[in-house]
């Protein structure tokens, strides 16, 4: 038994046909899982839908309308990347609902995985880059309405940029700062950022990314850090571990919500890091070493992973969980 919940629904399936984002990884974790005696039945919640004054939180009543009413235009399709059906918008409400559980349960139990969600290229008025909910943003709002957090932080690390977290988050009054990684531009304000509906400075937003990916524009997160392409193992860990440092001393989050993406992985067909699964793994291993030693809850999310192997993007999803049960199995076994 682990010593936290894992949200999954097998409802979490997108229904988009054949695709670079294979849809059916998320059942294939829960069974690897399973398989492995890493997790057993008792460890997974199922999660409820969000409800639309959950996502009105974050997203326009606007494009909400278009999504419930099948309303989008073919240009707006096209930019998310994915086939619009109801189905779809069924899936990504219950991955959003899985995020708001897996806050709820990080805030009572120290860590929450939610098996889905990550969609950070979704923004308040359209969805971009195979997203269509910004599931974890939504969260993040849903517990500040419920009281139950101010502040919050997003660590992303996904190997593209968190685009659309950077919008809805964007007016948090705290000054955009670029890593030096690589001689890249210092990023001013995002254009077009609009302000999110809870407090300012309320949302901390570090995003760890390859620069020359998608998103070609980056609207500004609180810290942005532009790797090199082919970035590996060494470099991105101690880019990592500097902006964590960073963030960490600049604002003191209720809660973080880490966006564990698997496409920083060296064959992954949409990245060009160069990151092994074992520096994935120490990757997470971080994270969750940093949050447990100021005590700070985590709630976890997956966002993309497009291994040239599907079993390597399992491998590395999984992982993510090992890395938590590793770090808060001592936690309390002391
Ligand atoms: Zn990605």
Redesign the pocket.
């Known amino acids: 038994m682990l010593p936290f919940k894992l949200v999954y629904s097998e409802k979490y399936y997108l229904p988009i046909g054949e695709h670079v984002f294979r849809a059916d990884k998320y059942r294939l974790i829960r069974e690897r899982l399973l398989q492995e005696h890493a997790a057993d039945d008792s460890d997974f919640l199922v999660p409820e839908s969000a409800s639309e004054s959950d996502i009105l939180l974050v997203h326009s009543p606007h494009y909400i309308n278009k999504l419930m009413e099948g309303s989008l235009s073919a240009r707006e399709e096209l930019q998310m990347e994915i086939p619009y059906s109801p189905q779809v918008v069924d899936a990504f409400m219950l991955h959003t609902g899985g995020s708001i559980m897996a806050a709820e349960r990080a805030l009572q139990d120290g860590v929450c995985f939610n098996l889905g969600g990550g969609f950070h290229h979704a923004f308040p008025d359209h969805g971009e880059?195979f997203c269509m909910i910004n599931d974890f943003a939504v969260a993040i709002r849903v517990m500040q309405r419920r009281g139950k957090i101010q502040r919050a932080m997003t660590i992303d690390c996904?190997?593209?940029q968190g685009n659309g977290t950077a919008v809805i988050f964007g007016n948090s009054g705290y000054k955009a700062g670029t890593l030096p990684s690589w001689p890249a531009p210092v990023m001013g304000s995002a254009p077009g950022a609009s302000p999110g509906k809870g407090n300012a400075k309320d949302v901390f937003t570090i995003s760890l990314h390859q620069e020359h990916n998608y998103p070609y524009s980056k609207p500004a997160s609180s810290i942005d850090v532009n790797l090199p392409d082919g970035c590996g193992d060494e470099e991105y860990l101690a880019w990592l571990d500097n902006a964590l440092s960073s963030g960490l001393r600049q604002f003191e989050p209720d809660l973080i919500c880490y966006v564990a993406?698997a496409?920083p992985f060296r064959q992954d067909q949409?990245?060009g890091l160069s990151l092994t699964i074992e520096g994935l793994k120490q990757r997470d291993d971080l994270i969750f070493r940093a949050a447990r030693a100021r005590s700070i809850p985590v709630m976890s999310v997956y966002?993309?992973?497009?291994a040239s192997r599907v079993e390597d993007t399992v491998t590395i999803h999984c992982n993510t969980v090992l890395a938590a049960a590793e770090v808060y199995r001592t936690v309390s076994e002391r």
Request: aromatic residues 8%.
């Open positions: 880059g996904d190997v593209h993406g496409d949409l990245g966002a993309g992973g497009y």
